[in-house]
């Protein structure tokens, strides 16, 4: 079993940077590819970003590229979303996500992981 629990959400202004983190259980974090996705006010689940086990692959959404970071520590079983100038199509549940079958490379498909956080509501006002 794997936990995730995301945090960092909330409210802020168009132009400013929220740090996202997903902090997950077990001692085996540092082999799953790991994912964040967002999903908007009546809009389906989408892929925002998407690190492989040893951070050497990482993929962007076209919508985030230049403004969100994903990063991921091993050692702390954490991955990370830094997202800077945000604006308000930015307005979202961001959920983190793991692919606990492990492998090389990164996943692109929400059905590719297996374990989800709960979510963290992210809100960009204009």
């Known amino acids: 079993q794997v936990q995730l629990v995301e945090s960092g959400g909330g409210l802020v202004q168009a132009g400013g940077s929220l740090r996202l983190s997903c902090a997950a259980s077990g001692r085996t974090f540092s082999i799953y590819p790991m994912g964040w996705f967002r999903q908007g006010p009546g809009k389906e689940r989408e892929l925002v970003a998407t690190i492989s086990r040893n951070s050497v692959s990482i993929y962007y959404a076209d919508s985030v590229k230049g403004r969100f970071t994903i990063s991921r520590d091993n050692a702390k079983n954490t991955v990370y979303l830094q997202m800077n100038s945000l604006e308000p199509e930015d307005t979202a549940v961001y959920y983190c996500?793991?692919?606990?079958?492990?492998?090389?490379?990164?996943?692109?498909?929400?059905?590719?992981?297996?374990?989800w956080g709960q979510g963290t509501q992210v809100t960009v006002s204009s």
């Open positions: 996500a793991a692919d606990s079958k492990a492998g090389l490379g990164i996943r692109l498909r929400p059905a590719s992981y297996d374990y």
